[in-house]
């Protein structure tokens, strides 16, 4: 917890940044005891860390420590229930993750200052709405099709080992229903090289229900754009299954 100090120092060195989300990105930092969590990292790793950086989390709960380009420490900072999210989202990711043709990279439960800190593997790639406007458009529908696979294949997945975080355990997944990300547009990584969607990261808020609002975005935006081929292809795959195997879903 960062002492009124910290916190003056901190007010004093924003008001010098513009930028908003690097503002947020210092004060968060500075207000943390780097120090402890730089020894834990070492000792983590077993050497010292040769490049490090930090980011910030949605909403501030959690700070991200990327190491080496190898590993990624969520280290949480204002939600009581980080602990149980922490968890839930390991269970997710293990049982759903060896589902999907996409990437997922594994969940490390560790402990520091008596809290629940992830580690993940680091994924080296841009997510969609960082890409320059051009080069997205240019490759809009090769990203929906492997979305909609993404979707589809974890939407029809039943793994018994997580029942009991449906809503009702004999809960049968269906058309645009079962499991999914709660933001499937923010939470994917491309490679620019190879046009390929190489990573799905932050499980956290997975839930098995409803997805049909995902496919609609309010605004008129590359976002929607997107969201409507990823609906389009998906049905294509789910309408596809259906005829050959009236039985499957």
């Known amino acids: 917890m960062a002492s009124s100090l910290h916190r003056f120092f901190s007010n004093i060195v924003c008001g010098f940044i513009p930028n908003k989300d690097t503002r947020r990105r210092v004060r968060v930092v500075m207000n943390s005891d780097m120090r402890s969590i ?77 809290r629940v800190v992830r580690k993940y593997n680091f994924v080296s790639g841009v997510q969609f709405r960082k890409l320059p406007t051009d080069y997205a458009y240019a490759h809009i529908d090769e990203f929906a099709e492997q979305i909609a696979r993404f979707m589809y294949e974890i939407g029809c997945a ?64 590359i976002a929607s754009h997107f969201m409507d081929r990823v609906a389009v292809a998906y049905d294509k795959l789910y309408y596809k299954t259906i005829e050959k195997n009236p039985e499957s879903i």
Not at 44 to 72: C, E, H, M, W
Not at 94 to 111: M, N, Q
Not at 203 to 217: A, K, N, Q, T
């Open 158 to 221: 039943n793994p018994m080992e997580i029942a009991d975080l449906k809503p009702a355990p004999d809960a049968m997944p269906g058309y645009r229903y079962g499991w999914t990300q709660a933001d499937i547009y923010d939470n994917f990584l491309i490679d620019t090289t190879t046009h390929r969607v190489i990573a799905m990261i932050d499980w956290e808020d997975c839930f098995f229900g409803d997805f049909e609002y995902l496919f609609h975005r309010r605004h008129v935006s």
């Open 38 to 114: 730089m020894r834990f990292i070492r000792h983590d790793i077993g050497a010292r860390p040769r490049r490090v950086r930090t980011f910030v989390g949605y909403q501030a709960r959690s700070l991200l420590v990327s190491v080496n380009d190898k590993y990624i420490y969520k280290f949480p900072l204002r939600r009581d229930d980080s602990d149980i999210l922490a968890r839930r989202e390991k269970r997710l990711v293990d049982a759903l993750g060896p589902l999907s043709h996409i990437y997922v990279p594994p969940v490390t439960l560790l402990e520091h200052n008596g």
